[in-house]
């Protein structure tokens, strides 16, 4: 086994560590030579494109997968520049460090988020913030994920229009021999009180030559496009049908091909007799595919159409051989982590106090297991990818949220230069972490080696997506809570036991690192110990393990069961002091001002306390920060012949400024969708080594008929933005749990729920 270890202990790498560290942060606003030249343009900077008509075209490093960053970082070219939303145009950027993302990596740190609050000056977290950020600004790993966006372009975008905004006025300045603090700029034009007056097309070749000068950013007084609900840019050519995601891409004699990999995870193809699959029509090729970047192992069938592809995939005889590292099983798993929360020691994330000593103390100690399942990504468009290889080249057309290790990967399959890759990332049919992966693409482009110069589209059928997936992981977790003699909590501690999700995922899409990667991944606590609840003492710790399951990042991560284990329990310590679920938490809020300000939104507006609900109905109540933001919901639950059914989630957030309530709104109701379908139904089975889910029969999603009313209210802030595509996931299961509570006096301590 090869592990790579870095050591920075001698004098002469601290002295380079610190010195490099000691230096400014490079700027990201880039050269204009960073982008592509277009008939009549004119680059002014990394990210900024001046047209002849004065229309203006922004590089855009983002996937959009239905969070409308195709739309809300054109809101922020849009503001600085002074143009009309609708003559911002994009274009996909190119593969300079500048349009890294900076802001997921720093957002990784595995820090409590009251830690760099309580420091003084440049302490321990801000130091290494600004470290991680330096170095996520010169490896400028270009990542969808993590909701961090906005975040990310929040100020890079804004410079970079700001900058721009700058240099035509410095052109018109001297041209016109005027002060430029005497000229306005309203709807792309620069106007002299004078009667002088042209457009950023005129102005775009001089400016392009004229330093940009002293650059400010407006003030928020004067946004007229930032915060303002504005339609989405992507929505129309959805609607028409001109949106291009990767199952639309059509090209010049393109070929189809469905792929068959072994049933049993980690297996792989023995004898395959491929005859009566070779003798149906359009058939062409039949192509072993080995085991790319953490995917199990099988065979692609080319055909003229995908449908011939499919069926003669199912023709084929196959002998699947098993993995010499055993069959895995859902159930065994389960138990194997339960034993490590009470066998192992894990990994201490966050410690204060002395939570044995309270515990002497006197009062009542309260402990209680809490378990999630597997679960799988469901995309609404399945895997795909289409590639072309010839002449040394080649050319891929994906939906990725990670287009950098999308071109490594069919570099090293093709055995090419990473520059002679060209991809071009297309609008992905749902993401939710399962395109951070790369094992698609490189398959993708291993069946066009054996068909040069031909485009081949690869497209993996639903049972394959469902049962080849990288799941979220199976994560136990005991609780215990200490409440004084008088009721009030004193102490918390939590052991969870789980597989890590980013040193696999690194080990996958990164192989230059050359072995097995380990390090306390910050994901698997998540929610659990940077909760903000003011116990006294705490212990939260984590037990690392390997199932040998393939996991990934799935919508809000660990987040996504954590809150559901910590809320819950809180529920369960306020019945136990007998208090009210909103007064016990209001107690240990004090000191959280914009908590406490999401969960009074949230309750006052949805009755809690004050209207009474229909017989058979209750309310359940959940808060919980994640990706820099904040959301409480409340719901209410019935049972209809036994089954819960939600009828209406009332969801305030306070994520920073807003750019785009609308999208806002959308996300919160996408995530609520998505996180009941979990709650109600989510789990993925593992027997003989074989996943037991295939369609949507099986792998059950929440229908419209099912669907509850949400409503969001978002709290006023001035704060620069967080995360919306995430945070709205992970109340809603423990919210539901408390309602069902209520409803039943059952606790619900594993998901999904099962009456």
Known sequence: MKRRTWLLGTAGAGALLVGWAALPQRSRVGLASMMSPGEGDIALNGWIKILPDGGVVLAMPRSEMGQGVHTALPQLAAEELDVPLARVRIEQAGWDAVYGNVAMLVGSLPFHPAEADREDGFGRVKASRWVVGKLARELGLNITGGSSSVADAWDVVRQ???????????????????????????????????????????????????????????????????????????????????????LDVRLPGMRFAALRLSPVLGGSPGRIDARAALAMPGVQRIVRLPAF??????????????????????????????????????????????????????????????????????????????????????????????????????????????????????????????????????????????????????????????????????????????????????????????????????????????????????????????????FPDKTASEGLFDQPYAFEHQRIEHVFTHSGMPVGFWRSVGHSHN???????????????????????????????????????????SGWGLRPLPEGRARGVALHESFGSIVAQVVEVSLEKGNPRVHRVVCAIDCGTVVNPRVVAQQMEGAVVFALTAALHGRIDIRGGAVQQGNFPEYRMLTLAAAPLVETWIVPSERPPTGVGEPGVPPLAPAVAGALFTLTGKRHRSLPFAL
């Open 160 to 246: 970079a229009a700001a900058t721009a905004r700058a240099s035509l006025l410095g052109a018109a300045s001297l041209q016109w021999r005027l002060p430029s603090e005497e000229l306005t700029v309203a709807d792309g034009v620069v106007s002299h009180a004078s009667g002088r007056s042209a457009g950023y097309g005129e102005l775009a070749r001089s400016a392009s030559a004229t330093p940009p000068g002293f650059v400010q950013l407006k003030e928020r007084k004067s946004w007229t496009v930032i915060g303002q609900p504005v339609q989405r840019l992507d929505i129309p050519a959805k609607v028409n049908g001109m949106a291009r995601f990767g």
């Open 563 to 605: 809150a559901f284990f910590t809320e819950s329990f809180i529920d369960e310590l306020a019945a136990q002091a007998q208090q009210d679920s909103v007064v016990f938490r209001r107690t240990l809020l004090k000191r959280q001002p914009r908590h406490l300000a999401v969960l009074d939104a949230a309750v006052e507006r």
């Open 293 to 518: 970047a953490g995917s199990t192992a099988g065979f692609a069938v080319v055909a003229e159409s995908y449908w011939q592809a499919q069926r003669a995939a199912q023709a084929v005889e196959v002998e699947w051989r098993a993995p010499t590292t055993g069959l895995l099983d859902s159930d065994h798993i389960a138990r194997e982590l339960t034993e490590a929360v009470k066998r192992r020691d894990g990994h201490p994330f966050h410690v204060r106090g002395d939570v044995e000593q309270a515990a002497r103390a006197g009062g009542r100690t309260i402990e209680a297991w809490y378990s999630a399942p597997f679960l799988a990504h469901a995309t609404l468009e399945p895997m795909n990818a289409t590639a072309r290889v010839g002449d040394g080249r080649v050319e891929v057309w994906a939906p990725t949220q990670v287009p950098q290790l999308c071109r490594a990967a069919a570099a090293r399959v093709a055995g090419v230069a990473v520059d002679h890759v060209d991809l071009h990332v297309t609008l992905l049919g749902g993401g939710f972490g399962r395109r951070l992966e790369v094992d698609y693409v490189a398959q993708a482009v291993r069946v066009a080696m054996d068909m040069p110069g031909t485009p081949v589209q690869l497209i993996w059928s639903r049972e394959e997506d469902t049962r080849h997936d990288f799941y979220r992981p199976m994560q136990v977790a005991r609780l215990r809570g200490t409440l004084d003699s008088s009721g009030l909590p004193v102490a918390v501690q939590i052991k969870s036991a789980g597989d890590a999700i980013a040193p696999r995922w690194m080990e996958r899409g990164l192989p230059a690192l050359a072995g097995p990667v380990d």
